[in-house]
């Protein structure tokens, strides 16, 4: 009886013992599944955050490019401008010194460019591949006479060519007689406004009173300005004291910005400022002489070799 009993409790505990046995294992296989689950999620967060941070920095590469060319932008107007190639035998022509006109109208940049010769017969502003497609918009050739340092001419073609932004290089494909398209890199940098080189620094004249002759145009001719006029200069701008010749203008329009008449009988006086001496700036004039008012756009330039001390006469 008793061996009956001491079997029946070795049995028991053998199969507490298999019970713990088998418990500890499933567990094992729990913490090995958890851990194994934590470490994919980890792996998938550090592909994401991997992910998130190549997008942010697309995003931000696009933008700064964005940022870049907008300000590469120009005002409308007409340019002098640097022109260069990736090749010797893609080039403006040698009496041009590298320099071309760029025009800039309602914010499209132009830049036309007078080539060494008549071999390159056109251009297109894009790679080869596409050039050579079916309906394709080709740049077609103008004919210029380009003079070189000895005043020797001679006729070649020319070519308007699209600027998509100033100081980077763009794609331009050509095409020449042999009839294959090649695939080229150009940039346009330094643009200078046309006539900015000539006009007069104002910031080295001295503080003071002046008078100074200034020539006009526009109109019917019939008005005018008084030449020689007063100008006054601080701290390198200046402001000039314009006389009509006609007491019928009730106001002026000089940078966008409107000026009435600083005098009440008489001739129409104003006090406007002046951007600059030897280049021709845009002032616009209301006139009342007519049955209804008039706005007139008038040229009017101020030639700096006439400028004198109001007290000196110097």
Not at 61 to 85: H, M, R
Not at 262 to 277: D, I, K, M, W
């Amino acid at each position: 009886m008793k061996a009956k009993t001491l079997m029946n409790k070795i049995i028991i505990v053998g199969g507490l013992s298999a019970c713990l046995l088998l418990g500890g294992c499933g567990a094992g296989q729990a913490a090995d599944a958890t851990s194994a689950e934590s470490t994919v999620v980890a792996q998938e967060s550090t592909a994401a955050q991997a992910e998130s941070a190549e997008a942010i920095a697309g995003t931000t590469e696009a933008a700064a490019t964005e940022t870049a060319q907008n300000e590469a932008q120009l005002p409308d107007g007409v340019y002098t401008a640097e022109f260069s190639t990736d090749s010797s035998m893609f080039h403006v022509s040698e009496a041009c010194d590298g320099k071309e006109t760029l025009t800039v109208k309602d914010g499209v940049m132009t830049i036309h460019i007078s080539l060494g010769s008549k071999k390159i017969l056109n251009l297109y502003p894009g790679l080869a591949e596409d050039a050579a497609k079916d309906g394709a918009v080709l740049l077609e050739p103008t004919t210029d006479t380009v003079t070189y340092s000895d005043g020797m001419t001679e006729e070649v073609y020319g070519f308007d060519v699209p600027v998509p932004v100033i100081g980077e290089e763009f794609n331009l494909a050509l095409i020449g007689t042999k009839g294959k398209w090649y695939d080229h890199k150009v940039k346009v940098s330094d643009p200078v406004a046309e006539g900015a080189a000539d006009t007069f620094d104002l910031s080295a004249v001295e503080d003071g009173s002046y008078t100074i002759e200034l020539t006009m145009e526009g109109g019917s001719g019939r008005a005018s300005i008084q030449s020689p006029a007063q100008l006054a200069i601080a701290d390198g701008a200046a402001t000039a004291i314009l006389e009509w010749s006609s007491p019928n203008y009730d106001y002026m329009l000089v940078n966008g910005e409107k000026y009435l008449p600083v005098n009440t009988e008489g001739n129409s006086v104003f006090e406007v400022p002046v951007e600059a001496l030897d280049a021709p700036l845009t002032m616009i004039g209301d006139t009342v002489a007519m049955s209804t008012p008039h706005e007139v756009e008038y040229t009017v330039t101020f030639h700096s070799e006439t400028l004198e001390s109001a007290e000196s006469g110097k």
